[in-house]
């Protein structure tokens, strides 16, 4: 197996790591004070093709593979796992429409965010359905006119009130029906937002031939300040034939296909983050010094910082591996993505975690870096599936 990075590969690296250094660490300490979410380093991200990467060649002019695509991500994450969790988001939503969708569909769904910095949300999570996706009830219901209506209330949704386009996976017939369709919500020219907008409220987007979309208040959250989360109600949305994704009975397959691609984007999103808990405790433990050593010449101190390391270094071997897999769309890809997921969280967990108690006293206090990634690092944890799934879909697998 050959770990070598191609030479677009290491490009890819060293233009995100150029962008973390100069324009995301000197401003994330006060951005994520402020609770910003900062569209000017999103239009940045964008200018550089570092967004919107499982968009197809045919439209984009150039494809990233996924191991690029996780190499992006993990190093974005080393600068902020708030901004990469919604810049990877549109992935997230849009990769259902280049494996699913049709040509028309590519162009009409996808090209908008060729061709300007746009935000997409992946509605999948709803109050009563969280782990077990398949309780949702939000569902389509067929129109004498033709078409669909869209009723129901989705939650925890990243981008949320600054989403051009929503993909939303829904039940057919009614909210208790066994099959689900996966269709897209554009919305109407009149709704975009201006570049320089923040939204701090409630947003309704009406649509001009009936129904609404109803935003909730951003989320106030305990991590990952920079990216917006927020509830999205549909009511009496008008879907047309032409906005559903392939086959309307088989959303839970596709559910499959985009967690499949997308859970190793959240283990580059733990591993960059479990890399820069590592770096920053290493260089404090460089600097201060107790019982007249630096702190990482004190043994114990070492241990720990040896064994922060470790996680770091199989978190990205798993990562990695998972990519390989789901860019050869290997049989067995699911359950190395569930691994790498889990892998990469346990890393950031533990980094953060180990690293602000080595910070002793200091790694308390807001102004260190340290307390803010272990506020971000729990929601890794949790997202895209809580490690009780991943391990539910590996021993489903092993057994
Ligand atoms: C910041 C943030 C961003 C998010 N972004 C999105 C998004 O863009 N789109 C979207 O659709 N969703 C999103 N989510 C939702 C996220 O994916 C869910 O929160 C997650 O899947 C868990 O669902 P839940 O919160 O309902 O927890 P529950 O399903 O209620 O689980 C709670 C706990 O119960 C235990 N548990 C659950 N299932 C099992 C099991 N099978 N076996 C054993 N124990 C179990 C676990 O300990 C788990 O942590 C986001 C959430 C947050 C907080």
Not at 28 to 36: F, G
Not at 213 to 236: C, H, M, R, W, Y
Request: proline share 4%; aromatic share 8%; charged share 25%.
């Amino acid at each position: 197996m050959d770990f070598s990075l191609s030479d677009t590969q290491q490009q890819y690296v060293d233009t995100v790591k150029k962008f973390v250094k100069n324009e995301i660490a000197p401003a994330v300490m006060a951005l994520d004070k402020k609770h910003a979410f900062p569209r000017q380093i999103f239009s940045k991200a964008w200018e550089l093709g570092v967004m919107n990467l499982c968009i197809p060649e045919s439209l984009k002019g150039f494809e990233v593979d996924v191991v690029s695509s996780a190499l992006i991500i993990k190093e974005l994450s080393y600068g902020d796992t708030g901004i990469s969790t919604s810049a990877m988001c549109n992935d997230l939503a849009n990769v259902v429409i280049g494996q699913h969708g049709t040509e028309e569909q590519m162009e009409r769904f996808l090209r908008p965010f060729v061709d300007r910095p746009a935000f997409a949300s992946f509605c999948l999570t709803e109050p009563g359905a969280g782990s077990d996706n398949s309780a949702m009830t939000t569902f389509i219901k067929k129109r004498e006119e033709g078409g669909y209506i869209l009723n129901g209330a989705k939650c925890f949704i990243t981008n949320a009130s600054y989403a051009d386009q929503f993909t939303v996976f829904c039940k057919v017939g009614k909210p208790t029906a066994n099959f689900m369709a996966c269709v897209i919500v554009p919305c109407p020219p009149a709704a975009q937002i201006a570049p320089d907008a923040e939204i701090h409220e409630t947003r309704e987007i009406v649509f001009p031939g009936g129904g609404k979309i109803i935003i909730g208040k951003p989320e106030e959250k305990l991590g990952q300040a920079l990216s917006n989360t927020a509830a999205v109600t549909f009511e009496d949305v008008i879907v047309g034939e032409d906005q559903v994704i392939g086959d309307r009975r088989l959303g839970f397959k596709y559910v499959v296909d985009v967690l499949d691609y997308a859970r190793p984007m959240v283990a580059a999103i733990g591993v960059g983050l479990a890399k820069r808990a590592f770096d920053v405790t290493l260089e404090y433990t460089k600097e201060r010094k107790q019982f007249g050593q630096r702190i990482c010449d004190l043994p114990v101190a070492r241990d720990m910082l040896v064994a922060m390391w470790k996680k770091v270094e199989l978190a990205e071997l798993a990562l990695m591996k998972a990519a390989v897999k789901v860019q050869e769309q290997a049989p067995d890809r699911g359950i190395y993505a569930s691994l790498a997921k889990n892998a990469a969280a346990e890393a950031a967990l533990f980094c953060a975690t180990e690293g602000l108690h080595l910070h002793g006293g200091y790694g308390f206090i807001t102004e260190y870096e340290i307390s803010k990634l272990a506020r971000d690092a729990h929601i890794i944890d949790i997202y895209e599936g809580v490690r009780e799934v991943q391990n539910m879909i590996i021993g489903r697998e092993i057994l």
